[in-house]
């Protein structure tokens, strides 16, 4: 997964963490947590503020 997977990426956060809501989760954690999935193998330091909100909305959606 790539950081532009911002669908892919938030299905397996909400398969990986499904009690959590996306809302209450820091940037920093986010981050922490997407680079930390087997899938991902992009460049660590590419994911920006606008990046992990497309993310993070993408699973709130996902989480209904």
Sequence with gaps: MKWTDTF???E???DKF???DPL???????????VD????NDDHTRG???VLEAIQM?????SK
């Design 24 to 34: 209450t989760v820091r940037f920093t954690d986010l981050h922490n947590w997407i």
């Design 58 to 62: 993408a699973w709130v959606e996902e």
């Design 12 to 14: 397996a956060l909400c």
């Design 48 to 50: 920006g503020e606008k």
């Design 37 to 40: 999935l087997e899938e991902f």
């Design 8 to 10: 892919r990426i938030a």
């Design 18 to 20: 499904p009690d959590i």
